[in-house]
Nanobody
């Protein structure tokens, strides 16, 4: 079993940056970041393999967000730059044995999520 804990969220202004962290306890495989805004469906943001390679991004964040991984510390980061109000959501990291892309049904474990709010 994998336990995931997110941190680093908060309230920022448009154009600012935030870095989210996801600490995994237990054996962690591929990890994806997802987000859910009020009254919207959960959406994939970015994913990375268990070895920290092959980052994959949603089109909406490509060029602004960077996912990385410190395998020694079992921590996955999401660097978010040039934030926009539409990035406001609860962000969560999720673990999968088979994918690091946007197939939500293939993720097995997830954290409780953390709020990111971007004001205009």
């Amino acid at each position: 079993q994998v336990h995931l804990v997110e941190s680093g969220g908060g309230l920022v202004q448009a154009g600012d940056s935030l870095r989210l962290s996801c600490v995994a306890s237990g054996r962690a495989y591929h990890v994806g970041w997802f987000r859910q805004a009020p009254d919207k469906e959960r959406e994939f943001v970015a994913g990375i393999t268990s070895t920290g390679s092959q980052p994959f991004y949603a089109d909406s964040v490509k060029g602004r967000f960077t996912i990385s991984r410190d395998t020694a510390k079992n921590t996955i980061f999401l660097q978010m730059d040039s934030l926009k109000p539409e990035d406001t959501a609860i962000y969560s990291c999720e673990d999968s044995k088979v994918t690091w892309k946007n197939n939500r049904q293939l993720y097995d474990y997830w954290g409780q999520g953390i709020q990111v709010t971007v004001s205009s």
